[in-house]
Nanobody, 125 residues
Framework: QVQLVESGGGSVQAGGSLRLSCAAS????????MGWFRQAPGKERQGVAGINRGGALTYYDDSVKGRFDISRDNNRNTLYLQLNRLAPEDTAMYYCAAGTSYGASWRKISEYPYWGKGAQVTVSS
């Protein structure tokens, strides 16, 4: 049974930092493209960052480029998202996902068959 479990969410003030982790089990982790998505109340789920199977290629939404950093440890079957210089508009539920993308389509939700349950990030001004 595939499980993706996010941790590390919380409440911070604007300008602060958080580090999200996503522990994967039940799947060959290094065979999957991994992504982080977020969904704010009343908004659609959007791609935040993606990383290829080996970890050498990363992709970011323009809204987080230069502030967020995605990485993975294939030995620990764990995906990470470092969130820096957080702003109130970053407030959302953050989800990790395992998918079949090869990069160009990393934002396509339909290419991710496996999802975690999410971790809440709340940023106050």
């Amino acid at each position: 049974q595939v499980q993706l479990v996010e941790s590390g969410g919380g409440s911070v003030q604007a300008g602060g930092s958080l580090r999200l982790s996503c522990a994967a089990s039940g799947l060959p982790f290094d065979s999957y493209f991994m992504g982080w998505f977020r969904q704010a109340p009343g908004k659609e789920r959007q791609g935040v960052a993606g990383i290829n199977r080996g970890g050498a290629l990363t992709y970011y939404d323009d809204s987080v480029k230069g502030r967020f950093d995605i990485s993975r440890d294939n030995n620990r079957n764990t995906l990470y998202l470092q969130l820096n210089r957080l702003a109130p508009e970053d407030t959302a539920m953050y989800y990790c996902a395992a998918g079949t993308s090869y990069g160009a389509s990393w934002r396509k939700i339909s290419e991710y068959p496996y999802w975690g349950k999410g971790a809440q990030v709340t940023v106050s001004s």
